[in-house]
């Protein structure tokens, strides 16, 4: 017999795995089928276009209507201030960001909605898109229609009274901000409803309200004490604020702050909404 072989134990030549860094994830980083959510996105964007006798007209002939009779008709009897600003110039702002938001919440609201009500919502699902990717798609709807509308509000007023935006970079961010909140918005709202009445619900009984109340039509401050108190802690008065200083100058409060509560809503309502699409909350049934 021949003479044994002493086995050697196997080693490995792999070198040991050093300590991990992870690298910081970018916004670039988290879309992995950047032409998905492109296509998804150019679907929203032509969905509200094809209908635009619907979705951008009407807001923009109420604003007409805003601004004759409060604005013409009333406001020459209306002084603010210093009268530095015109009442006219006042309400613009305030009606440009009435109809972004309620633009914004019902593109998004409906789409899905209607995606839900159809069951083509599975097409979505079944893509090659992460819930962050379909959110995003879903998102440029919405945010296009709202700012398309912000744009036009302000297009009307320029013909009717001219005046120059004083801060067109801060009203850039508030559009992207305010849009970004309730497009969002829309989508937990499509999401809850169960019915047309429902989804409608949160625009008419609080969003509308919460903005009317929110310095639309008047200044806070010329409220009594109490009221001006409350006010401040509604959140649209700070979405109003910042826009209304971007376009006239002039903000009943710091715009630092109306800056940082717009940015902490849109991150806030960006990440719930990721999540229920995370969790499936109503799509998956």
């Known amino acids: 017999m021949g003479r044994r072989t002493k086995k050697r134990p196997l080693t490995s030549h792999v070198p040991r795995p050093t300590s991990y860094v992870p690298r910081p994830t970018t916004m670039l980083q988290l879309i992995a089928n950047p032409i998905g959510v492109l296509a998804l996105s150019k679907r929203e964007i032509h969905r509200f276009f094809s209908v635009s006798m619907q979705t951008i007209f009407p807001p923009l002939v109420s604003s007409a209507l805003f601004m004759f009779i409060f604005g013409v008709a009333m406001g020459r009897q209306i002084t603010l201030g210093d009268g530095s600003v015109s009442y006219f110039q006042f ?4 009606l440009m960001t ?57 297009a009307i007023s320029f013909l009717s009274a001219p005046s120059y935006i004083v801060h067109p970079f801060v009203l850039l961010y508030f559009m992207a901000m305010i849009s970004v909140i309730f497009s969002c918005a829309g989508m937990m709202g499509a999401l809850w409803a169960e019915d047309f009445g429902m989804l409608s619900m949160w625009n008419i009984y609080i969003i509308v309200p919460m903005v009317l109340l929110g310095g639309v039509f008047h200044p806070t401050s010329i409220l009594p004490e109490s009221l001006f108190i409350i006010s401040h802690f509604n959140p649209m008065y700070y979405l109003v604020s910042g826009v209304r200083f971007s376009v006239t100058g002039m903000a009943d409060t710091s715009i630092a702050s109306c800056a940082a509560i717009a940015f902490a809503m849109a991150l806030a309502f960006f990440g719930a909404t990721v999540y229920l699409f995370k969790i499936g909350y109503k799509l998956r049934t």
């Open 98 to 154: 009435m109809h972004l938001i309620s633009s914004s919440y019902e593109n998004t609201g409906s789409s899905l909605f209607i995606g839900r009500w159809h069951n083509h919502i599975q097409e979505i699902l079944l893509s090659p898109l992460s819930y962050f990717e379909m959110v995003l798609g879903l998102l440029a709807g919405g945010v296009a229609r709202g700012i398309i509308v912000c744009i036009g509000v302000y």
């Open 91 to 94: 309400i613009v702002p305030g």
